[in-house]
Every structure is written in structure tokens, then in C-alpha cells.
């Protein structure tokens, strides 16, 4: 990856390619059929049995008093089920969705931090296509339990109708609210997690690719010192994004939790 | 276990004011493509983001 963008930076005698949507469109590695097989694929794939073996062997010897693995396995699962799942649905029904929420958890969340792996170095969700299925189960869940609990026509009411409003200016109100949770919320939640993944990517490219040119390439020596500025604000934007690759996991699974939660709740 | 009521999407705000503004800047736009007008669209978008304000504060009122 690292060696392609290089070469692509540098290509054509000395000047300089700004890395931009094309760095993200990735050829394939090899291809099935007509079916190009690219490396956002492969680490979508990876990420699964990763995390399945990951806790299979934190749960496998169940210790009463923990070992480390089994340590930071309960903490994660501990974390999404109180943190996220319970505080956000209630403690009446939160039991039913902590399966969901974990496996969104960790899914988004390895395959965040591939972005700062050496060698994998790509955020699966900066292509938004894998963004758009899961921000659509996410709205399948949220809607189909909320139908299940108040019914189509209760539950149309609790998203249409807002508390606190009453009288004629209601009737302007509810085309709103109705778009506002039907249609804004899943763009959202799509967008924000593909937005912060590509925009942290292509700023550490950006700055990979500029130290690189600025130090080896650009045939000017005076060119250098700025070089090594951009090589240590790539080092300190990586460490920026080992936080913002958490709290887009995090954020991504608390929003699903408070949908759900939102969608079951009585009345407004 | 606390039963506190679980706390509100913080984004639900926005989702109001953007959905006022595509709901009315849309009708504003259709009646523009209607009447020859230009500038129902923007009347539109000023009142659906009015309409999300004053559901958002109406909302937190009661809460």
C-alpha cells in the first residue's frame, strides 16, 4: 500500500500528486471471475475470524479470578453491555440487543484500527459501500422493533409526534419529525463513520506522502526540514486517530443503542 | 439497577432542523419549478429550520 501510494506520489519526474478520493480506489489484489477481490474486502473478512478467535480464547478458560485475556474480554463485552446497552435502552429489555450491539462494536472497531496496523494501513469503512448495509440493519432493527412493541400505527404516532406540541402548528410538525427519524437518522449514522474514516485516512496519506516527497524527491534540500515537520505531524495525527477510531466505534454503537431505546420508550 | 429514563439521541437537533429544511426546502423547490419562481426555495429552507428550532425547543421544554 505504503510503496504504491509512494510510486503514485512520485510518478512523473518530481512533482508532487495530492493524495485524494482516487488513493481510496484500491486495485484489486486478485480477482475471482469478473469479481475484483481489493483489500478493504480482505480485511472485512479478516476482521471476523479475528475477533471470533479473539473471544473464543478469552472465554475459553472461564477462571473466576481472570486471566489477562479473559480480563480485557469481559471488559469489552462488560463496557458495551452496561456502558452502551443498558444505560441507553433501560434495564428492562436492554438483554435482547447486547448480542447486536457487541458484535457492531467490535466489528467497527477492528476494522477501525486496520487503519493504524502496519501493513493493513486501511480503514475498511472509508468506502462507503460497506458503510450503507450495516447503517441499514441498524435502521431495519430500530423501526422493526419499534413496529413490534407499539404496533405500525402507534409506533408511526410515537416518531411523528413530538412531546411538547400541541394545536394546529402539529400538522407542520410531523412531515418533519417523520423525515427527521425515517430518513436523517441513517444518513447520519452512515455518513459520520464513513466521513471521519476517510478524512483520517487521506490526512495521514497526505502527510506520509508529502514527507516523503518533501525529503526524497523534491531535489530541493531546503525542502527538508518542512519534510520532517509534515513525517512528525503524520506521527501526531496517528496518535489522533487511535482516539477517533475508537469513539466512531463507540459512537456508531451508542447511537444504535439510544435508536432503539428511543424506538421503544412509551410515550414522548 | 437504577431505572433512570435513558438518555435522548444528542442528534436528534439536528435531525430535526435537517429534516424541517428538506421537507420545506423541497416544497419550496417544487412550487419554484411550479410557478417560475426562484425563491421559494429559500423561504422554504428558512422555514423548515424554523420549524426544526421551534420542535427542538418545545421538545426540551417538556422534558
Redesign the interface.
Known amino acids: 500500500m505504503t510503496t504504491t501510494v509512494l510510486n503514485a506520489a512520485s510518478d512523473s519526474e518530481g512533482s508532487f500528486h495530492a493524495p485524494g478520493p482516487g488513493s481510496f480506489e484500491l486495485p484489486p489484489v486478485f480477482s475471482i471471475g469478473e469479481l475484483g477481490v481489493t483489500k478493504p474486502m480482505l480485511l472485512l473478512m479478516l476482521s471476523v475470524p479475528l475477533i471470533v478467535i479473539f473471544f473464543w480464547a478469552a472465554s475459553k478458560k472461564s477462571a473466576v479470578v481472570p486471566g489477562k485475556l479473559q480480563f480485557v474480554g469481559e471488559y469489552v463485552y462488560g463496557f458495551v453491555r452496561n456502558g452502551v446497552a443498558?444505560?441507553?435502552?433501560?434495564?428492562?429489555d436492554f438483554l435482547k440487543f447486547v448480542p447486536l450491539l457487541f458484535t457492531l462494536f467490535t466489528f467497527v472497531l477492528v476494522n477501525n484500527y486496520f487503519s493504524l496496523i502496519p501493513f493493513l494501513q486501511f480503514p475498511s469503512f472509508s468506502r462507503f459501500g460497506f458503510v450503507v448495509p450495516i447503517a441499514l440493519l441498524v435502521w431495519v432493527v430500530y423501526n422493526g422493533v419499534g413496529i413490534a412493541k407499539h404496533g405500525f400505527g402507534g409506533y408511526l404516532r410515537n416518531v411523528c409526534i413530538?412531546?411538547?406540541?400541541t394545536g394546529p402548528?402539529l400538522v407542520?410538525?410531523i412531515?418533519?419529525?417523520?423525515?427527521?427519524?425515517i430518513?436523517?437518522?441513517p444518513a447520519?449514522l452512515a455518513l459520520r463513520l464513513f466521513a471521519n474514516m476517510f478524512a483520517g485516512h487521506l490526512l495521514l496519506i497526505l502527510f506520509a506522502t508529502g514527507a516523503a516527497y518533501l525529503i526524497l524527491d523534491s531535489g530541493n534540500p531546503w525542502y527538508a526540514p518542512v519534510g520532517v515537520l509534515s513525517f512528525f505531524m503524520g506521527i501526531a495525527v496517528s496518535f489522533l486517530e487511535l482516539l477517533v477510531l475508537f469513539l466512531q466505534a463507540y459512537v456508531f454503537t451508542l447511537?444504535t443503542a439510544?435508536?432503539i431505546?428511543?424506538a421503544l420508550?412509551d410515550e414522548? | 439497577?437504577?431505572?433512570v429514563?435513558?438518555?435522548?439521541?444528542p442528534?436528534?437537533a439536528?435531525?430535526?432542523v435537517?429534516?424541517?429544511v428538506?421537507?420545506?426546502g423541497g416544497a419550496g423547490f417544487l412550487l419554484d419549478r411550479w410557478w417560475d419562481t426562484s425563491f421559494m426555495v429559500a423561504i422554504g429552507v428558512v422555514v423548515?429550520a424554523a420549524?426544526?428550532i421551534?420542535?427542538v425547543a418545545?421538545?426540551?421544554?417538556?422534558?
Not at chain 1, 413530538?162 to 406540541?165: A, L, S, W, Y
Not at chain 2, 418545545?58 to 422534558?63: D, I, K, S, T, V
Open positions: 443498558r444505560d441507553s435502552i433501560g434495564s428492562h413530538p412531546g411538547g406540541i402548528i407542520l410538525i412531515p418533519l419529525e417523520f423525515l427527521s427519524t430518513l436523517v437518522r447520519t447511537l439510544m435508536y431505546g428511543g420508550a414522548h | 439497577m437504577n431505572d429514563p435513558p438518555p435522548q439521541d442528534w436528534v439536528f435531525g430535526r435537517a429534516g424541517g428538506i421537507f420545506y423548515g420549524l426544526g421551534y420542535t418545545m421538545a426540551q421544554r417538556e422534558r
